[in-house]
């Protein structure tokens, strides 16, 4: 991998081919048209002239030209400016090498620019900074062997982690002397060519070598042991944070910029948003992730001793993304969950619970001791794989309100590992990557223990459904007018009975969502059924609808009718003849009900009386035992309202 890259450039711009420093590359091209830079690589010794070497193209019609401008320290050198011209396209000239003198050359880091322009004004610029030695330091190298890249002297060495450990060498023999710079207590003294720090705890060092030889400087670096550090925005002119830190989003949705001084790998956890080999990272934050918790974590390249027992460099910040979490009730999460255990090793995967609706009931789990536990969006697709189908598929997950990691779900994000958490009572939610408004929410509870011996009789899924929460009832016409409850209408023409041609009912109803499977019993003697499935939804429904399935938990119908000065003169009800399908009317023709009653003047009302019914179970004593008690609820919605016609 090449460093620091800096600009690319499409074919038909000019181009820094390549670019030498006393016959060392310190500039070229990829294979994609990047320049990569070799910045702090270069280190000239002192009192040593620079020669430099230019190989450019640039690119044109007609007469083509290729100039070359060279900058010091962001100032120009015009002496060293050179130009060709040619009828070629591309035109590639390699420049006549140039000597900056030493004497131009201070001690310390500086930065060429090199410029190269076209016929047509159009520029490429590249920047190499270099290091040009004060003194006559001997050649130090990071490593058991003097070999590779020079550590150039009163550098800074960085080693990422809580704990870490270098070896550095030189190619004479000298004393090695490391200094804890909070205490300025000296820890070690070596007298040889090779040295190793040992293991260090997180703080500041300063590590001198001073050769044998002495016609040669004493050399120096700075060690800093510590994590990566990580800055809120785009430099490090932001927020610093510190490593568990967390921070708050603006908004969601919304972008959170993150910046390092070293470049790494970037993820957040449970969402796939990964990026490496970068400083920058903008950390996308979803709506649906409103109240959540989202961990960030960046791995910096330069990462020391990454299988070293105390652990790798990684370092995390928090994210808390404002708002509040969804509800755990069934009219906003629709989604169902499959539990699957496997109680040990040498054990299959079974079938624990299916189809679990959200809800603010905990759910009690017992395994004992817990081994493995995996909550599903559909339980043959974690046991067979591709070849079952993930119901709502692959999700976001959270525990307690925290994003989860990907470590605890399994390969395609529709099933979390329960079992990867301790015992104890958690909220998980989960919304569907695939169909965002599919969503689950409730309570679990892993118990390490065995199942408690049932004492009572147990209600079925299939003998209980979940009570409504009815929004109010509204009648609508064509122009989005809304009718409510105990409202006066007052008609002076038959131009305003229009309004009353088209009115459609908006209510709550239950409403099928396909089928839900059922399993009686276990083992071998399960038995494995389907029936409808229904929620509780608000919304519009038809006039004079019932939704009434065998099998079903729960139900509804509607109906209205209206009145002349008390009586009735229509009436909008479900048909009860079972051989008779009716699936309700899309809305009501009030004018038509007015003109069939001959347009008589007077108070017309208009009653709607929307039935809503679920079954209940419950266990209760009788005398010296428990019962299983089955029942049907019913709940009455009523509205009217009056249509006085003049």
Same mark, same amino acid.
């Given at each position: 991998?090449?460093?620091?890259?800096?600009?690319?450039?499409?074919?038909?711009?000019?181009?820094?081919n390549?670019?030498t420093?006393?016959?060392y590359?310190?500039?070229?091209?990829?294979?994609?048209?990047w320049?990569?830079?070799?910045?702090?690589?270069?280190? =000239?010794?002192?009192e040593?002239?620079?020669a430099?070497?230019?190989?450019?193209?640039?690119?044109?019609?007609?007469?083509?030209?290729?100039?070359?401008?060279?900058?010091?320290? $962001?100032?120009?050198l015009?002496?060293?400016?050179?130009?060709?011209?040619?009828?070629?396209?591309?035109f590639?000239?390699?420049?006549?090498?140039?000597?900056?003198?030493?004497?131009?050359?201070?001690?310390?880091?500086?930065?060429?620019?090199?410029?190269?322009?076209?016929?047509r004004?159009?520029?490429?610029?590249?920047?190499?900074?270099?290091?040009?030695?004060?003194?006559?330091?001997?050649?130090?190298?990071?490593?058991?062997?003097?070999?590779?890249?020079?550590?150039?002297?009163?550098?800074?060495?960085?080693?990422?982690?809580?704990?870490?450990?270098?070896?550095?060498?030189?190619?004479?023999? @000298? +004393?090695w002397?490391?200094?804890?710079q909070?205490?300025?207590a000296?820890?070690r003294?070596?007298?040889?060519?090779?040295?190793?720090t040992?293991?260090?705890?997180?703080?500041?060092?300063e590590?001198?070598?001073?050769?044998?030889?002495?016609?040669?400087?004493?050399w120096?670096t700075?060690i800093?042991?510590g994590?990566?550090?990580?800055?809120?925005g785009?430099?490090?002119?932001?927020?610093k944070l510190?490593p568990?830190?967390?921070?708050t989003a603006?908004?969601?949705? $919304?972008?959170?910029?993150?910046?390092?001084?070293?470049a790494?790998?970037?993820?957040?956890n449970?969402?796939?948003?990964?990026?490496?080999?970068?400083?920058h990272?903008?950390?996308?934050?979803?709506?649906?992730?409103?109240g959540?918790?989202?961990?960030?974590?960046?791995?910096p390249?330069?990462?020391?001793?990454?299988?070293?027992?105390?652990? @790798?460099?990684?370092?995390?910040?928090?994210?808390?993304?404002?708002?509040?979490?969804?509800?755990?009730?069934?009219?906003s999460? +629709?989604?169902?969950?499959?539990?699957?255990?496997?109680?040990? #090793?040498?054990?299959s995967?079974m079938v624990?619970?299916?189809?679990?609706?959200?809800?603010?009931?905990?759910?009690?789990l017992?395994?004992?001791?817990?081994?493995?536990?995996?909550? #599903?969006?559909?339980?043959?697709h974690v046991?067979?794989?591709?070849e079952a189908?993930?119901?709502? @598929?692959?999700?976001?997950?959270?525990?307690?309100?925290?994003?989860v990691?990907?470590?605890?779900?399994?390969?395609d994000?529709?099933?979390?590992l329960?079992?990867?958490?301790?015992?104890g009572?958690?909220?998980?939610?989960?919304?569907?990557?695939?169909?965002?408004?599919?969503?689950?929410? $409730?309570?679990i509870?892993?118990v390490?223990?065995?199942?408690?011996?049932?004492?009572?009789?147990?209600?079925?899924?299939?003998?209980?459904?979940?009570?409504?929460?009815?929004?109010?009832?509204? =009648?609508?016409?064509?122009?989005?007018?809304?009718?409510?409850?105990?409202?006066?209408?007052?008609?002076s023409?038959?131009?305003?009975?229009?309004?009353?041609?088209?009115?459609?009912?908006?209510?709550?109803?239950?409403?099928?969502? $396909?089928?839900?499977?059922?399993?009686?019993?276990?083992?071998?003697?399960?038995?494995?059924?389907?029936?409808?499935?229904?929620?509780?939804?608000?919304?519009?429904?038809?006039?004079?609808?019932s939704?009434?399935?065998?099998?079903?938990?729960i139900?509804?119908?509607?109906?209205?009718?209206?009145?002349?000065?008390?009586?009735?003169?229509?009436?909008?009800?479900?048909?009860?003849?079972?051989?008779?399908?009716?699936?309700?009317d899309?809305? =009501?023709n009030?004018?038509?009900?007015?003109?069939?009653?001959?347009?008589?003047?007077?108070?017309?009302?208009v009653?709607?009386?929307?039935?809503?019914?679920?079954?209940t179970?419950?266990?209760?004593?009788?005398?010296k035992?428990?019962?299983?008690? =089955?029942?049907?609820?019913?709940?009455?919605?009523?509205?009217s309202?009056?249509?006085?016609?003049?």
């Amino acid at each position: 991998m090449k460093k620091n890259s800096q600009t690319a450039k499409p074919l038909s711009q000019p181009v820094h081919n390549m670019i030498t420093f006393n016959d060392y590359q310190v500039a070229g091209l990829d294979s994609g048209g990047w320049n990569w830079v070799k910045n702090d690589e270069f280190i =000239l010794p002192p009192e040593t002239p620079l020669a430099i070497d230019l190989l450019q193209t640039t690119y044109g019609s007609g007469t083509n030209l290729n100039r070359s401008e060279v900058l010091l320290d $962001g100032v120009e050198l015009p002496e060293y400016r050179a130009e060709q011209q040619s009828s070629q396209s591309p035109f590639r000239w390699q420049v006549p090498r140039f000597t900056i003198p030493a004497s131009r050359l201070a001690p310390g880091q500086h930065v060429l620019t090199f410029v190269v322009t076209d016929a047509r004004g159009q520029k490429s610029t590249v920047h190499v900074r270099f290091q040009v030695e004060a003194q006559n330091y001997p050649s130090i190298f990071q490593g058991q062997k003097p070999e590779g890249e020079k550590v150039p002297s009163g550098s800074q060495t960085a080693i990422f982690g809580t704990m870490g450990s270098t070896q550095f060498a030189s190619a004479v023999s @000298g +004393t090695w002397e490391l200094i804890n710079q909070t205490t300025n207590a000296k820890l070690r003294t070596v007298t040889a060519k090779s040295f190793s720090t040992g293991t260090l705890p997180a703080g500041n060092y300063e590590l001198v070598f001073t050769p044998d030889d002495g016609s040669l400087s004493t050399w120096t670096t700075h060690i800093r042991v510590g994590m990566a550090e990580l800055y809120q925005g785009t430099d490090a002119s932001g927020q610093k944070l510190a490593p568990g830190q967390q921070i708050t989003a603006p908004a969601a949705p $919304g972008v959170v910029p993150l910046y390092s001084p070293v470049a790494g790998r970037w993820s957040v956890n449970g969402t796939g948003q990964t990026l490496t080999d970068s400083q920058h990272f903008e950390v996308v934050i979803p709506d649906r992730m409103a109240g959540m918790t989202m961990t960030v974590t960046f791995e910096p390249n330069q990462s020391v001793n990454a299988d070293a027992p105390w652990g @790798g460099a990684a370092t995390e910040v928090n994210i808390q993304v404002p708002g509040s979490p969804k509800a755990c009730d069934s009219a906003s999460a +629709t989604a169902t969950m499959d539990v699957l255990m496997q109680p040990n #090793a040498q054990s299959s995967l079974m079938v624990e619970r299916e189809d679990l609706p959200s809800s603010n009931l905990t759910v009690k789990l017992y395994q004992n001791p817990v081994h493995v536990i995996w909550l #599903a969006t559909a339980a043959e697709h974690v046991e067979l794989g591709s070849e079952a189908s993930d119901d709502e @598929g692959p999700g976001f997950w959270a525990v307690d309100n925290v994003v989860v990691d990907e470590s605890k779900l399994n390969w395609d994000h529709t099933a979390l590992l329960l079992s990867s958490y301790k015992p104890g009572r958690y909220k998980v939610n989960y919304e569907s990557k695939r169909e965002p408004h599919q969503s689950w929410c $409730g309570y679990i509870q892993v118990v390490e223990d065995v199942r408690p011996v049932p004492s009572a009789p147990v209600c079925a899924k299939n003998e209980a459904g979940l009570s409504p929460s009815p929004g109010p009832i509204l =009648l609508k016409n064509s122009r989005g007018h809304e009718y409510r409850d105990g409202q006066t209408v007052r008609i002076s023409s038959a131009a305003e009975l229009d309004n009353l041609s088209e009115l459609r009912l908006t209510a709550t109803y239950a409403k099928r969502v $396909g089928n839900k499977k059922i399993r009686d019993g276990s083992g071998g003697d399960a038995i494995t059924y389907y029936m409808p499935n229904l929620v509780w939804t608000y919304g519009e429904t038809p006039i004079g609808a019932s939704q009434d399935y065998s099998g079903a938990t729960i139900f509804s119908e509607n109906r209205i009718q209206v009145f002349h000065e008390g009586k009735e003169i229509a009436s909008l009800k479900p048909n009860t003849d079972e051989e008779y399908v009716d699936k309700g009317d899309e809305s =009501l023709n009030l004018k038509a009900i007015i003109a069939a009653n001959e347009n008589k003047p007077g108070v017309y009302t208009v009653k709607v009386t929307n039935t809503l019914r679920y079954k209940t179970c419950a266990i209760v004593p009788l005398y010296k035992k428990y019962v299983k008690e =089955l029942d049907e609820q019913k709940q009455n919605q009523t509205m009217s309202f009056t249509v006085e016609v003049k």
